[in-house]
């Protein structure tokens, strides 16, 4: 149980292109979902916080237009990285918190890179 | 304010014992994690502890939470080559529900 998927596992996109990520609980529902993003061999920071049928919050320092956040249903949040540049480059990954439990269940990440 | 800290590297023979060393601090936390990450992948959860307990025990892990130094230690009994990953130490934070805060992570790394 509690598994987290991500697609796509790795995205090569260009320069001023957007791509989509997605964030699915397959066997749970989350009411809350966390999108960290992890520049080689560092640790992961977290980006944001996303609510299902509410606004996503945000860290200080993420740009809320560059990174778009939707978490339409208990199961689905998406992560838009708008115009990208070579410095988005990175692993994102999410997590997802089953409704009324302290743990946090991981994806397997997805790997950007921008040309 | 939030800050979670590890050493960046430890070296163990192939079948001793690995400790993984971790302080953090912010005295509110609800609960302390540690997580695996293989090369390329995400992260799985190993272990975690209740800010209330001082050891926690998982067939070769071992974890011990010194809450008045806000120390945290992982132990892994009779390391194996599929032990090498780097392990992150996380804690939550009582004022934000389920934020995870997270350390630099410990490179493992096993010696023949």
């Known amino acids: 149980g509690a598994v987290v998927s991500q697609h796509p596992s790795w995205v090569i996109c260009k320069s001023g292109t957007s791509v989509k990520i997605e964030c699915r609980s397959l066997?749970?529902?989350?009411?809350?979902m966390f999108w960290y993003r992890q520049f080689p061999k560092q640790s992961l920071m977290l980006m944001a916080t996303s609510n299902e049928g509410s606004k996503a919050t945000y860290e200080q320092g993420v740009e809320k237009d560059k990174f778009l956040i939707n978490h339409a249903s208990l199961t689905l949040s998406t992560l838009t990285v708008t115009s990208a540049h070579p410095e988005d480059s990175s692993f994102y990954i999410c997590?997802?918190?089953?409704?009324?439990?302290?743990?946090?269940?991981f994806g397997p990440g997805t790997r950007l890179t921008v040309t | 304010g939030e800050d979670v800290e590890q050493s960046l590297f430890l070296s163990v023979r192939e079948g001793d014992s690995s400790v993984i060393n971790c302080t953090y601090t912010d005295s509110s936390s609800t609960y302390l994690y540690w997580y695996k990450q293989e090369p390329g992948a995400g992260l799985q959860l190993l272990t975690y502890?209740?800010?209330?307990?001082d050891m926690k025990q998982d067939q070769r892990l071992t974890v011990l939470l010194n809450k008045k130094d806000k120390h945290l230690s992982l132990r892994i009994a009779d390391t194996q080559t599929g032990d090498s990953a780097i392990y992150f130490c996380a804690e939550s934070i009582r004022s934000s529900a389920s934020k995870i805060i997270f350390g630099s992570g410990t490179r493992l790394s096993i010696r023949p």
């Open positions: 502890i209740f800010s209330n307990m």
């Open positions: 066997d749970f529902q989350a009411t809350t």
């Open positions: 997590s997802a918190g089953d409704r009324g439990a302290h743990e946090q269940y």
